[in-house]
C-alpha cells in the first residue's frame, strides 16, 4: 500500500512537471514574440552594441532568477512554482500569500497537503491580482495619466510596506533562524551606504544566501551535536 501510494505520489509530480514545463514554454515564446512583432510591424531593430555593452544589467537579472529559482521551491512547491514563475509578482504576492496559507491553516510545507494549499493560494492570488488589475484599468482608460501623478508620491512605499510585513512574519516564526542573516545584512547594507556604494539587489540576495546557508548549516551542526548528547 506504502509502494502505490509513493507511486501515486511521484505520478502527480510529475504530471505537474510535465504541465508546467509545456505552459512555461509557451509563455516563453509569446512573450518573447511581442519584442519581435513589434519590431518587424514598426520597421526597427535593437540597437545590439546597447544590448551587448549592458551585459552586466542582463547578468544580474539571469543571477536574480536563478537565485529566485532556487530559493523559492521549498516555499512554493512544484505546482506553486511553474503557476508563481508563470503568473509573475512573487516575492511581493505570490510567496506571502503561500506564507500566510500555511500559517493560517497549519500545514508543513514538505507534504503533499503543503503543496495543494500553496498551489491554491498562488491560484487565487493570480486571479485576484487579474480582477484588481482590470479594476485598476478602468480609472486609468478615464483620467489617463493624471491618476498616475497622483499616486506617483506613495509609490516608492509600496514594495517597502509589503517586504516589510513579509519580514515581521518571518522573523517572528523563524526568529533564531533569521535574525543572524538579517543582521548581517543591515551592516553590510549600512557599510556600502557610507562608502557611497550600491551592491543591487542580485548581489544583496547572493549575499544574503550564502549567509543564510552558512549560518543554517552552523545551527543544525550545534542542534545536532546537542541532541546526541
Known amino acids: 500500500m506504502k509502494l502505490a501510494k509513493n507511486k501515486k505520489n511521484d505520478s502527480y509530480t510529475e504530471s505537474l512537471h510535465r504541465t508546467g514545463r509545456i505552459f512555461s514554454l509557451i509563455c516563453l515564446l509569446l512573450i518573447g514574440t511581442v519584442p519581435v512583432i513589434y519590431c518587424l510591424s514598426a520597421g526597427v531593430s535593437p540597437d545590439w552594441g546597447l544590448v551587448v555593452s549592458s551585459w552586466s544589467f542582463i547578468l544580474s ?103 516589510g510585513g513579509l519580514g515581521v512574519v518571518l522573523l517572528s516564526k523563524y526568529f533564531k533562524q533569521t535574525i543572524i542573516p538579517l543582521g548581517i545584512l543591515l551592516v553590510v547594507c549600512l557599510v556600502t551606504f557610507l562608502m557611497g556604494m550600491d551592491l543591487g539587489q542580485s548581489t544583496m540576495l547572493t549575499v544574503g544566501m550564502i549567509v543564510s546557508l552558512i549560518t543554517g548549516f552552523i545551527m543544525y551542526g550545534i542542534q545536532k551535536k546537542k541532541a546526541t548528547k
Open 61 to 163: 537579472y539571469l543571477a536574480i532568477g536563478l537565485i529566485e529559482a532556487i530559493s523559492y521551491a521549498p516555499l512554493l512547491g512544484v505546482g506553486g512554482q511553474y503557476l508563481a514563475f508563470i503568473t509573475g509578482n512573487i516575492s511581493n504576492l505570490k510567496l506571502p500569500c503561500a506564507l500566510n496559507a500555511h500559517n493560517i491553516l497549519k500545514t508543513p510545507r514538505d507534504t503533499e497537503e503543503g503543496e495543494i494549499v500553496a498551489t491554491i493560494a498562488i491560484s487565487v492570488s493570480s486571479i485576484v491580482t487579474t480582477l484588481i488589475i482590470i479594476l485598476g484599468l478602468i480609472p486609468l482608460a478615464i483620467f489617463g495619466g493624471d491618476i498616475v501623478k497622483v499616486l506617483e508620491p506613495v509609490t516608492p512605499y509600496v514594495i517597502p510596506a509589503i517586504f
